[in-house]
């Protein structure tokens, strides 16, 4: 159930990113590269970097949430 509410949470705010997914898609590839090469400093990387723009995107979706909620409390008064 975790999982799954988490799994749902990220999709929910990555479909909702103006960016996209396509930024993300370099560093999938930069982690399956480094596995090949069996490289774990450049996989770990590259994973730290994907979740850290990860990170960013969730705060700025939240952000922009908020900013929505406030707007309608707003335009109801």
Avoid: W
């Amino acid at each position: 159930g975790i999982v799954d509410t988490a799994l749902t949470l990220s999709m929910h705010l990555s479909l909702d990113n103006p960016r996209g997914q396509r930024h993300g898609m370099p560093l999938h590839r930069a982690i399956h590269d480094a596995f090949l090469r069996r490289d774990p400093k450049a996989a770990q990387a590259a994973m730290d970097r994907l979740i850290d723009d990860a990170e960013v995107d969730a705060l700025r979706a939240l952000r922009r949430g908020k900013r929505k909620a406030s707007q309608k409390k707003t335009a109801t008064k």
